[in-house]
């Protein structure tokens, strides 16, 4: 088997409490600097700019088709959408949800799929399965998927028939097909991450996907079928997120930082790294 290409980062900016949830939207980075309850609007030469306030801890970012920001609130557990006068709630997950809220897709109808913690992951609980949630357009809230662990970074394929998450927990990518109605079926296992476990995630054109890593401070990319291509290093301890942006989707965008404890981050070490790929952003987000 032909060795990984390896490559590392350069910090584009850093000063952030902890990034994650990047989203590469019109022309600009879409950032949850989650620590600092905002999101933030990062330019390709680094320039910052704090695009809203968010009650709850901001996580997963997503537009609907008219154009409306949707954005999960973790500690609320719901998701909020923006409009011109500001957030309103969309969608209340408490029901389902235990425990915080994180990463989401919004699909082409303006539907979600929403991931939460399932166990007090920062007051030491140990690991159990949770639900993956699905939000309809209308905002109704259901089950999509049990026994998921940890269910976290999500990806939709360009055809919108195939939805892939990282279970972190459990150390590998997992897949379902997309109903017309949105329900989900198929279940399978896409890659199995051996030593990694995926956090943040995002799609190429090839249909390989770029997987952050938060314990190991590297981003695989990763084909169907666990093998890896390509490995990039880090400049902080960890990998959280990442995302393919900019005018021709072909630089990597990665949420770093050295802790995700929220207690460890008031020293804001947070940074958006950089480097460039071959192979452009596809799908989504």
């Known amino acids: 088997m032909t060795e990984p290409r390896v490559r590392s980062t350069e910090v584009l900016v850093d000063g952030f409490r902890f990034p ?3 989203r590469w939207h ?4 879409f950032v949850s600097d989650m620590h600092a309850g905002r999101i933030v609007t990062v330019s390709e030469s680094g320039e910052v700019a704090t695009f809203a306030e968010v009650p709850g801890l901001p996580s997963g970012l997503g537009w609907d088709p008219e154009g409306h920001l949707m954005v999960v609130s973790m500690e609320q557990r719901r998701v909020l959408k923006f409009h011109s006068d500001g957030p309103e709630r969309f969608a209340d ?8 809220c994180n990463d989401m897709v919004v ?9 939460n913690f399932g166990f007090d992951l920062h007051g030491g609980a140990d690991p159990v399965p949770t639900v993956l949630l699905r939000v309809a357009p209308d905002g109704a809230v259901s089950v999509a998927a049990t026994d998921v662990r940890f269910p976290n970074g999500s990806v939709i394929t360009p055809d919108g028939r195939t939805l892939v998450v990282g279970e972190t927990f459990a150390g590998r990518l997992t897949a379902w097909d997309i109903g017309a109605d949105g ?3 198929g279940r ?5 991450l051996e030593g990694a ?26 084909l169907e079928g666990g093998a890896v291509t390509d490995v990039v290093t880090v400049d902080r301890a960890g990998a959280f997120a990442c995302m393919l942006g900019g005018a ?29 790929v071959e192979v452009p952003g596809a799908g989504l987000p």
């Open 20 to 22: 994650e949830g990047p």
């Open 26 to 29: 019109g022309h600009l980075l």
């Open 93 to 100: 997950l408490s029901g389902y949800a235990a425990f915080p």
């Open 107 to 115: 699909d082409a109808a303006g539907g979600a799929y929403v991931g």
């Open 183 to 185: 329900t989900l079926s």
């Open 188 to 192: 399978r296992v896409w890659a199995q």
């Open 197 to 222: 476990v995926p956090d943040g995630i995002c799609l190429d054109a090839e249909g390989a996907i770029w997987s952050a890593c938060p314990l190991s401070g590297r981003v695989l990319r990763v």
């Open 248 to 276: 021709d989707r072909r630089t990597l965008f990665v949420c770093t930082a050295d802790d995700s404890d929220p207690a460890a981050t008031e020293s804001a070490r947070g940074a958006i790294e950089t480097v460039r």
